[in-house]
């Protein structure tokens, strides 16, 4: 447990650092790390790794209750690609240190892989309780809950905060989620629709990104 709690913690270290600045390691250098990824249904990948310069931050959905911080973050591989190396290879490296279980879901559901969310729940005062499975994503007219939820953090279970803790977990929900799709996640009946906006900012950074890796190398 102790070193689950010690990887998330510097997931959370690499969102503070990657917000002040861009990362500098390049894409050959992000290609050799990680094996090459595509589409599981299509094939494609639209953007190459290491040319993003977004921060987690802003591809998250945050919801603000009393006393409770939740963030969700897609981990689909097409969007993760445009954060800064740094925060897209903390991310990739989160789904490989759980890709076991996360292929024993896709079992489970015939073969088809799941979309992963990464959510974190936040404390801003002492003793909050959470319900991680209140969690619901609106796509395309359907209600979505977890089909499994993977915690990250030892204490995920207890469900309680204390003040400034935070507790993660990756979320598994069906494929069918679009995220090029305007979405509504609501928590406790909380409801965030802030999708919309998000994708305006992803479209243009991918446009960015595909600019920046065609340029010849120096």
Known sequence: MSCRRTFVELIATVAVVTACASGTSTAAGQERSLPPITDD?????NVPVGFGTLRQDEIAIRIELQGLI?????????????LTPDSYRALRELQESNKQAIAAVTRRTGGRTPDLWYVSFYGVEPDVHFSPMELVITSSGRDFRALEV???????????????????????????????????VTFQNVRDDSWEQVLTRVERERALVRARASRPTQ
Do not use: M, W
């Open 150 to 184: 993977l915690p990250l953090s030892s204490g995920f279970g207890e469900q309680r905060l204390k003040q400034r803790e935070t507790q993660s977990a990756i979320y598994l929900f069906d494929e069918a989620i679009d995220l090029d799709q305007p979405l509504t």
């Open 70 to 82: 939740v963030r969700a973050i897609p981990l689909d591989e097409n969007l993760i690609r445009l």
């Open 41 to 45: 249904t299509t094939g494609r990948v």
